[in-house]
């Protein structure tokens, strides 16, 4: 079955302490993004991989780092995580820049105290 | 640059009637739009999207959207609403500046099926 994989599903953590979040693809997609999800602001993109080495910033990119040393894989990281990083956090992959699908992960749900 | 813009962050109808959800997009291209939806505790799943072919686009449930370039509008309909239909429903544009495959998503709107 395709699908985008996302863990932990839920995370309590306190300001400060490290943290990761992986996302895993089965799909052979180049492209991968994580986007955050906050009330009324829709999902706005964190960061973006276009293949394994190559990532760029997207449009909230302050306090988060990432990595793609494989193509299936795309962890994000909080090195020092604040309580304005509280939100509903998504992986997204797809085969295609522009036209395709982007499949997305379940969603991680972060509570910074 | 290109944004999107939902008309009314919450909608209410009752069963079986008409779901009209209002979606805007702003683009200096011809756009790629795709609406996904989102049900409770759950990730974003693919309704439809148009990437210049017909313009009347037919997707999953029994939802449709037209692509109307002089209203730069994308509104999502359904005839006839089901109570599985309670979701949040996302408007997007595909970013094609950006060289990594961005959405940018409006802002979402819920949708409450009455009985």
């Known amino acids: 079955e395709a699908q985008v994989t996302q863990n932990p599903r839920y995370l309590i953590t306190v300001t400060g302490k490290k943290l990761t979040v992986t996302c895993s693809q089965n799909m052979n997609h180049e492209y991968m993004s994580w986007y955050r999800q906050d009330p009324g602001l829709g999902l706005r993109q964190i960061y973006y991989?276009?293949?394994?080495?190559?990532?760029d910033k997207g449009d909230v990119p302050e306090g988060y780092k990432v990595s793609r040393k494989e193509k299936r894989n795309f962890p994000l990281i909080l090195e020092s995580p604040s309580p304005n990083q509280t939100s509903l956090y998504f992986c997204?992959?797809?085969?295609?820049?522009?036209?395709?699908?982007?499949?997305f992960g379940p969603g991680t749900r972060l509570l910074v105290l | 640059a290109q944004s999107v813009t939902q008309l009314g962050s919450h909608v209410s109808v009752s069963e079986g009637a008409l779901v009209l959800l209002r979606c805007n997009y702003s683009s200096s291209v011809p756009p790629y739009l795709f609406w996904y939806v989102q049900y409770p505790n759950q990730g974003l799943q693919l309704l439809l999207k148009?990437?210049?072919?017909?313009?009347l686009v037919k997707g999953i449930n029994g939802f449709e959207a037209e692509f109307k370039k002089s209203e730069t509008s994308f509104h999502l309909t359904k005839p006839s609403a089901h109570m599985s239909d309670a979701a949040e429903y996302f408007c997007?544009?595909?970013?094609?500046?950006?060289?990594?495959?961005?959405?940018?998503f409006g802002q979402g709107t819920e949708l409450s099926v009455k009985p």
């Open positions: 997204a992959s797809s085969s295609d820049r522009y036209q395709e699908t982007q499949y």
């Open positions: 991989s276009m293949n394994v080495e190559v990532t």
């Open positions: 997007a544009v595909s970013d094609r500046g950006n060289q990594g495959g961005k959405l940018i």
């Open positions: 148009y990437t210049s072919a017909a313009t």
